[in-house]
């Protein structure tokens, strides 16, 4: 049997907006992924505890409150000093364009804002765990 | 060190890792749950079953929240959690959402909680749930809370794994008729009615009561695939117990933690009550005989596959979908490797 792909998503931050991680959470479903969902309101350590108990191979943030560029790095650097450094970090949300070379730089995948096909997210997502 | 080395050294990744390797089903799982094996049985398992949105995960994070901070005088144990949530039966997928209702529990050292699809298994639990816990077990911690899936009302499984079997009720489920069926009520060692705020609990409460009191309690063990039935007379116990465990139904309100210490309470007594019984090495004993006969199972079917076609196995189904044969023919011709 094939390992199945196991998927962290997760709303780092204040914003109460989880509709879009919803509908990812429902498309890696039905993709066949296993997709944990921590819920709102979520601190990267708890995220990077969530990720390293779950043992995930992709983490996929939701953030719409404009703080990515302080909770996505903080949620890497958490990954790497748990020993997850091979899990793939996937951001989706608001994101100005100028951030965005600034996120991948920083190790951060996947990068999707409004009107993103899920078929997309998913085919990265096993593109990248190839 | 070894990984088993690291696991049992407390190492959370390597305990994350081998997790995954054992639903995986890979042989360093298959080496892990050998290696790990002398090293459990010290763990008290805990199973909370009940249907979907009854309050299992809020009421889980309360309890293993009180066993982390339990009242002055008491110690503190370390918990460990499986959560299993259903697999789609389309892709195979599954949302695993416990963790929302466990916020309470992060960022303690002492808590470990893992998510898991049912991947298909039927009973409430999955196929390598009973392993996970074992893993759990020889990692160290204490208490081993095992949350089923909404269940409805055949989803027992969990009897057989778990200690101390919590059954949920909520109220406006079901009339006084759902509660004297069989299947999921039969199973619970201790019976909650959560959401006890709400109108009906008191109906709830009831019809509950008016079921055990119709139920002649005595001692009964959940027999792997076969009906429930009476062992052996009870033994001597005192204290009002001579009539085997009367399941106690306790009302809480998850979400603000009422009642929660008292149904610690009772899983304590419960507790108690399997150790001075004889009846935890009675468990024990079918746990581990259930675990057993499940692995052959699934071991003899391995096997037979690997001994069949596919061509074989497509020409029969084909043959028993045009009616040429019988399902029971069909079995047959499988079974003998695609002769009649």
Known sequence: MQDKIRVLIAKPGLDGHDRGAKVVARALRDAGMEVIYTGLRQTPEMIAEAALQEDVDVVGLSILSGAHMALAPRVLELLEANGQEDVQVFLGGIIPDEDIPKLQKLGVGGIYGPGTSTQDIVKDIREVLQ | ?340
């Open chain 2, 1 to 340: 060190m070894s990984v088993i080395e690291d696991i049992l050294a407390g190492d959370r990744l390597a305990l994350a890792r081998t997790l995954s390797e054992i639903e995986n089903d890979t042989p360093e799982g298959q080496r892990a749950l050998d290696e790990l094996f002398p090293h459990t049985g010290q763990a008290r398992l805990i199973g909370v079953t009940g249907a979907p949105g009854t309050g299992k995960s809020t009421l889980v994070n309360r309890l293993a929240y009180l066993y982390r901070h339990p009242p002055a005088g008491v110690e503190s144990k370390s918990v460990g959690i499986v959560a299993v949530d259903p697999s789609s039966p389309f892709s195979g997928g599954a949302v695993l959402g416990d963790r929302v209702r466990m916020r309470d529990l992060a960022g303690d050292p002492g808590v470990f909680v893992r998510s898991m699809a049912s991947r298909g298994s039927l009973g409430g639990l999955a196929r390598t749930t009973s392993d996970l816990v074992q893993v759990l077990d020889a990692a160290g911690y204490e208490i081993i809370i095992i949350e089923t899936v909404g269940a409805g009302q055949a989803e027992v499984d969990i009897a057989r794994l778990a200690h101390t079997t919590i059954v949920i009720e909520a109220p406006g489920l079901g009339d006084d008729i759902q509660a004297i069926k069989a299947g999921i009520l039969e199973i619970a060692d201790i019976l909650v009615v959560n959401k006890a705020d709400r109108l009906g609990a008191e109906n709830t409460t009831r019809a509950l009561r008016g079921m055990l009191e119709l139920a002649k309690p005595g001692k009964r063990f959940p027999q792997h695939h076969a009906p429930v039935m009476a062992l052996r007379p009870p033994p001597d116990l005192g204290e009002g117990e001579e009539n085997g465990w009367e399941p106690p139904i306790v009302q809480t309100v998850a979400t603000t933690g009422t009642g929660i210490s008292q149904l610690e309470e009772e899983i304590a007594r419960h507790q108690k009550y399997l150790h001075k019984s004889g009846d935890l090495i009675h468990k024990e004993k079918i746990r581990l005989k259930t675990k057993m006969d499940d692995l052959l199972q699934y071991s003899l079917v391995s096997r037979w596959r690997e001994s069949i076609t596919r061509e074989i196995y497509k020409t029969t189904l084909d043959k028993l979908v045009a009616r040429k044969i019988s399902p029971q023919e069909a079995v047959r011709v499988l079974m003998n490797g695609g002769n009649l």
